[in-house]
């Protein structure tokens, strides 16, 4: 079946770092890509998607390219800050209404 | 997009009690959907609710533990009874717009 797997945290960053959390998916068909943030104590929200191969979503200086033939959609961030500490899903959706998470990876930005 | 309000955003329950929590959407949807989030874990769908019609509850989850009403369009609520500490989660309700999810803040709940 569908699946997420994206790497374990938490990771932890000083600011200003370099920021990648690695997303590979397992899908039939042509899945939507997403990554949501998780505030603490907050919701999900949507950070940015791609809804095809070599689409490029990108918000609030984050970035993931739909990478097809590497069945990929890492996150990167050229900079990170410490508002940025968040619990980050890598998910996809294919059609059917449902959306598969991976198991989130927790970040830590250190001042 | 969907605005969803979720409430209550916290509650401390004892063991052997129901709570029922609510999700209101801005706008009229065919689907909603209930999510569990246990403690450093990610999302597990509870079920999928449609109204006027019974919801579809996923491999581990059964109607007399979490009974869901869908009475309209706008509206949902998933209860979760007789509750025990391992129901300690937080519970997210979702709904779908043509490729994208929207969440709910989220019912923080904590079984003592």
């Known amino acids: 079946g569908d699946s997420v797997t994206q790497m374990e945290g938490p990771v932890t960053l000083s600011e200003e770092a370099f920021l990648t959390i690695n997303c590979t998916y397992t899908?039939?068909?042509?899945?939507?890509l997403f990554w949501y943030v998780q505030y603490p104590g907050e919701g999900l929200q949507l950070l940015l998607k791609?809804?095809?191969?070599?689409d490029k979503g990108s918000n609030k200086g984050f970035e993931a390219t739909y990478r097809k033939e590497t069945t990929s959609f890492h996150l990167e961030k050229g900079s990170v800050q410490v508002s940025d500490s968040a619990v980050y899903f890598c998910?996809?959706?294919?059609?059917?209404?449902?959306?598969?998470f991976g198991a989130g990876t927790r970040l830590f930005v250190k001042a | 997009s969907a605005v969803i309000s979720q409430k209550p955003s916290r509650d401390i329950c004892q063991r052997g009690t129901s709570l029922t929590i609510q999700c209101q959407v801005d706008?009229?949807?065919?689907?909603m959907f209930w999510y569990r989030q246990q403690p450093g874990q990610s999302l597990t769908l509870i079920a999928t609710?449609?109204?006027?019609?019974?919801?579809?509850?996923e491999s581990g989850f059964v109607i007399d533990k979490f009974p869901i009403s869908r009475p309209n369009l706008t509206f949902s609520t998933l209860t979760v009874s007789n509750m025990s500490p391992e129901d300690s989660s937080i519970y997210l309700c979702?709904?779908?717009?043509?490729?994208?999810?929207?969440f709910g803040q989220g019912t923080r709940l904590t079984v003592v």
């Open positions: 979702s709904v779908e717009e043509p490729g994208e999810a929207f």
């Open positions: 998910a996809l959706h294919t059609g059917g209404f449902k959306t598969i």
């Open positions: 791609a809804t095809k191969a070599d």
């Open positions: 609710a449609n109204q006027g019609s019974e919801a579809t509850y």
């Open positions: 899908a039939t068909g042509y899945p939507s």
């Open positions: 706008s009229q949807v065919t689907m």
